[in-house]
T-cell receptor
Framework: DQQVKQNSPSLSVQEGRISILNCDYTNSMFDYFLWYKKYPAEGPTFLISISSIKDKNEDGRFTVFLNKSAKHLSLHIVPSQPGDSAVYFCAALQTGANNLFFGTGTRLTVIP | ETGVTQTPRHLVMGMTNKKSLKCEQH?????MYWYKQSAKKPLELMFVYNFKEQTENNSVPSRFSPECPNSSHLFLHLHTLQPEDSALYLC???????????FGPGTRLLVL
């Protein structure tokens, strides 16, 4: 059973608006969460992360929110730009374990 | 030179062939990983090497055989594969286990 889920396979957003990508997890032992972005024909690239001791981490246009009680995290991109069009993967791990668990990804399309 | 490189980028092989995938990282990292991404499934961790020692084998069939001769190189030897092994195989590296992973572009494998 998948421990990290991204229930929206795709999302379309107008340029300049906010993009919100969601991710849910089932394992309460996860304590570190990451977002990766993937362009076609390239490997995933690290975007932003958050530790479970925080509920928000911001880096420029990208903000990740963590709701531990709901086992939910989200990535906000504002303002969205056409270059943000890519597949976004949520990932989670438990400190002390080697395994990084990924979601299936959400394809974001930012419409100019 | 990009951080993590993988060769070949595309590979078509028959079920009786033997081939190898190569990964090389130029980041001075100590941990390397093999992932498999099948269509509509999350990335699945296959193997983890930490300081050239294999620390994780996620129940991968023996027809996949990893080799890590040094901290910069990682191979995945393939023999008698099945059509369901067709997937994107991604290599990643990190400075230490559990630190941010940097991915290569992947090898798209098709088994006929």
């Amino acid at each position: 059973d998948q421990q990290v889920k991204q229930n929206s396979p795709s999302l379309s957003v107008q340029e300049g608006r906010i993009s919100i990508l969601n991710c849910d997890y089932t394992n309460s032992m996860f304590d570190y969460f990451l977002w990766y972005k993937k362009y076609p024909a390239e490997g995933p690239t690290f975007l932003i992360s958050i530790s479970s001791i925080k509920d928000k981490n911001e880096d420029g246009r990208f903000t990740v929110f963590l709701n531990k009680s709901a086992k939910h995290l989200s990535l906000h991109i504002v303002p969205s730009q056409p270059g943000d069009s890519a597949v976004y993967f949520c990932a989670a791990l438990q400190t002390g374990a080697n395994n990084l668990f990924f979601g299936t990804g959400t394809r974001l399309t930012v419409i100019p | 030179e990009t951080g993590v490189t993988q060769t070949p980028r595309h590979l078509v092989m028959g079920m009786t062939n033997k081939k190898s995938l190569k990964c090389e990282q130029h980041l001075g990292h100590n941990a390397m990983y093999w992932y498999k991404q099948s269509a509509k499934k999350p990335l699945e961790l296959m193997f983890v090497y930490n300081f050239k020692e294999q620390t994780e084998n996620n129940s991968v069939p023996s027809r996949f055989s990893p080799e890590c001769p040094n901290s910069s190189h990682l191979f995945l030897h393939l023999h008698t594969l099945q059509p369901e092994d067709s997937a994107l195989y991604l290599c990643a590296s990190s400075l230490y286990i559990q630190e941010t992973q940097y991915f290569g572009p992947g090898t798209r494998l098709l088994v006929l």
